[in-house]
């Protein structure tokens, strides 16, 4: 008697597919929720109406007032944010990744501290205009640095990166602490603390351009590599007799993080725990497979932070939390019961 055909198992592909299209749905859906939430009575059905009538679909219910705050006020914040979490979560699970460190985030090699010292000096300058510039360029500048610290004696290893890095970040955040305390006076102090924290606040569409702009020109590359990261989990022997360029791959993929995640930083300053925290979320619940780790990574990364900057401007209307400080508050917590249940599951 024949046996019966054995029932196929799903591919990794197919359920990344099922997660990916209800992470979609999750986030468009979020979009429009947080797009429709603030002090202007706007519902979610209406606010979906006026984004597909600038789409050329229909007329916007709202008023010409009502759909300028949508389309000119929230949409380039909201998109900003989802750019932004998608980007340091992908950048953590790389580095993390790269490294071989569950500690690793997207501000290891010091650009965070490097971009920090970057915008501190051209606000206490009065150069505000010119922040985005200044702080891309302190994080290339602590990249820079570290890449050659870490590379000092003619090849590049994760625990000497590390180590680099933290060396490097220690130093950039001393001198902003001395810029800070020599040359900030009056509001620039206020100015300094909510960029520093990281803020979504004044977002514009061409802020919002940059973001969008880096996370497909940069992270769509970064999905790339997940294969090379697979082979990079068994050490650099195992990933080398796998056929991969260790050296010229961990440059690449360090060059590659550090110039989106500078990027996003020089838009929003320094936000904390997404790359941290997002990427161990998503490796518990589909595994360590980087091909479903990494554009899960994003996806989840980007509905954290939609939600995070809501909950920053709406939750004390009509003062606005730094988003920096909602992540914090959300990300610890929840980084300590990822531990417990990883320490329980092993």
């Given at each position: 008697m024949p046996r019966p055909p054995a029932p196929r198992r799903r591919g990794s592909a197919g359920r990344t597919a099922v997660w990916a299209t209800g992470l979609l749905i999750v986030l468009a859906g979020s979009i429009v929720v947080a797009v429709a939430m603030?002090?202007?009575?706007?519902?979610?059905?209406?606010?979906?109406?006026?984004?597909?009538?600038?789409?050329?679909?229909?007329?916007?219910?709202?008023?010409?007032?009502?759909?300028?705050?949508?389309?000119?006020?929230?949409?380039?914040?909201?998109?900003?944010?989802?750019?932004?979490g998608a980007g340091l979560a992908l950048c953590g699970g790389i580095m993390q990744a790269v490294l071989r460190n569950p500690l690793a985030d997207p501000y290891l090699l010091g650009l965070s501290s490097g971009a920090s010292l970057g915008a501190v000096v051209v606000i206490v300058l009065g150069a505000a205009l010119a922040l985005p510039v200044a702080a891309f360029a302190g994080a290339a500048v602590a990249l820079l640095a570290t890449l050659l610290l870490a590379g000092a004696d003619g090849r590049v290893t994760a625990s000497r990166t590390i180590l680099a890095g933290i060396a490097v970040s220690a130093v950039l955040g001393a001198l902003t602490s001395l810029v800070i305390f020599w040359s900030a006076t009056g509001d620039s102090y206020r100015e300094i603390l909510g960029w520093l924290l990281g803020s979504l606040a004044g977002v514009t569409w061409p802020t919002a351009s940059v973001a969008l702009v880096a996370i497909v020109l940069v992270g769509g590359p970064l999905l790339a590599s997940a294969g090379a990261l697979d082979a990079f989990a068994f050490?650099?022997?195992?990933?080398?007799?796998?056929?991969?360029?260790?050296?010229?791959?961990?440059?690449?993929?360090?060059?590659?993080?550090?110039?989106?995640?500078?990027?996003?930083?020089?838009?929003?300053?320094?936000?904390?725990?997404?790359?941290?925290?997002?990427?161990?979320?998503?490796?518990?619940?589909?595994?360590?497979?980087?091909?479903?780790?990494?554009?899960?990574?994003?996806?989840?990364?980007?509905?954290?932070?939609?939600?995070?900057?809501?909950?920053?401007?709406?939750?004390?209307?009509?003062?606005?939390?730094?988003?920096?400080?909602?992540?914090?508050?959300?990300?610890?917590?929840?980084f300590g019961a990822l531990l417990l249940r990883a320490r329980r599951i092993s």
């Open positions: 603030g002090p202007a009575e706007i519902t979610p059905w209406d606010a979906w109406r006026s984004i597909l009538a600038r789409a050329g679909v229909g007329e916007s219910p709202l008023s010409p007032l009502r759909d300028g705050i949508v389309w000119e006020l929230r949409m380039p914040r909201v998109l900003t944010a989802a750019a932004v050490g650099d022997r195992a990933a080398a007799s796998l056929g991969v360029s260790v050296a010229r791959t961990r440059w690449v993929l360090l060059g590659g993080t550090a110039l989106l995640t500078g990027a996003l930083v020089a838009v929003s300053g320094s936000i904390g725990f997404v790359g941290l925290v997002v990427p161990h979320a998503v490796r518990l619940v589909v595994g360590a497979r980087h091909r479903m780790l990494l554009p899960l990574s994003a996806l989840g990364g980007a509905i954290f932070l939609v939600w995070a900057d809501t909950l920053a401007r709406t939750l004390f209307d009509p003062k606005e939390l730094p988003v920096g400080v909602v992540t914090a508050l959300i990300g610890a917590p929840l």
